[in-house]
Nanobody, 115 residues
Framework: QVQLVESGGGLVQPGGSLRLSCAAS????????MGWYRQGPGKEREMVAA???????NYADSVKGRFTISRDNAKITVHLQMNSLKPEDTAVYYC?????????WGKGTLVTVSP
C-alpha cells in the first residue's frame, strides 16, 4: 500500500507564490518518476511537471520559467515551487509517483489564484 500526502495548497493573489509538497510512504521497491498534475475547473487532468530519480525534469509549456520541481530521494518527497501564479493556474494539484508496478496518486490539494 502506497500513500501520498500533499500539502501547501491555498489561496494566493496573482503574481504570488506557493510551494507544494508531497510525501510518499508505504511499501514499494523503487520510484522512477515523481510528478505533479493538475485539473482545473471544466478541464482534463494535465501534467504540470515531472522529475526522474536522476534529476531530469520535464515541464508543461504553460509553467516553464515559473514552476520548479525538486525531489528528495532519501525522504521520498517531491516539491513544486510555483512563482508568478496566474488565475489560470487555479486547479486541484495531484502528486503522482511511477515505478516498477507502481502508479499512485495523491488525493489532491487545491490551489486558487484570485485577487
Amino acid at each position: 500500500q502506497v500513500q501520498l500526502v500533499e500539502s501547501g495548497g491555498g489561496l494566493v493573489q496573482p503574481g504570488g507564490s506557493l510551494r507544494l509538497s508531497c510525501a510518499a510512504s508505504g511499501s514499494f521497491r523503487s520510484i522512477n518518476v515523481m510528478g505533479w498534475y493538475r485539473q482545473g475547473p471544466g478541464k482534463e487532468r494535465e501534467m504540470v511537471a515531472a522529475i526522474t530519480r536522476g534529476g531530469n525534469t520535464n515541464y508543461a509549456d504553460s509553467v516553464k520559467g515559473r514552476f520548479t520541481i525538486s525531489r528528495d530521494n532519501a525522504k521520498i518527497t517531491v516539491h513544486l515551487q510555483m512563482n508568478s501564479l496566474k488565475p489560470e493556474d487555479t486547479a486541484v494539484y495531484y502528486c503522482n509517483i511511477k515505478g516498477a508496478l507502481l502508479d499512485s496518486w495523491g488525493k489532491g490539494t487545491l490551489v486558487t489564484v484570485s485577487p
